[in-house]
């Protein structure tokens, strides 16, 4: 089995910059792809970032430009590096692994409020 542990959520100032991390353990067989979704309260989950295992990158289009993912091989960690931050932002941030089967974590709060 594999766990996932989201930290780095809490309250920001619009325009402000925020850094979430997710760091996976247990029985790991080789990663595919790590990355993010979010969900706002009443709306569906959607689609933030993916990390695949060669390196590239995929956003969706309303944190392109704004939001970068990398990651961390060796401690099998996932980064999000969020900067320009917009109030529609709030939501609950996801981290999620896909190996032999895909994983979410238990997600963390982001806020962004005056």
């Known amino acids: 089995q594999v766990q996932l542990v989201e930290s780095g959520g809490g309250l920001v100032q619009p325009g402000g910059s925020l850094r979430l991390s997710c760091a996976a353990s247990?029985?790991?067989?080789?990663?595919?792809?790590m990355g993010w979704f979010r969900q706002a309260p009443g709306k569906e989950r959607e689609f933030v970032a993916t990390?695949?295992?060669?390196?590239?990158?995929h956003y969706a289009d309303s944190v392109k430009g704004r939001f970068t993912v990398s990651g961390d091989s060796v401690k099998n960690t996932v980064y999000l590096q969020m900067s320009s931050l917009k109030p529609e932002d709030t939501a609950v941030y996801y981290c999620?692994?896909?190996?032999?089967?895909?994983?979410w974590g238990q997600g963390t709060q982001v806020t962004v409020s005056s």
């Open positions: 999620y692994l896909r190996s032999r089967a895909t994983y």
């Open positions: 990390l695949f295992s060669a390196g590239s990158t």
């Open positions: 247990g029985r790991i067989f080789s990663i595919s792809a």
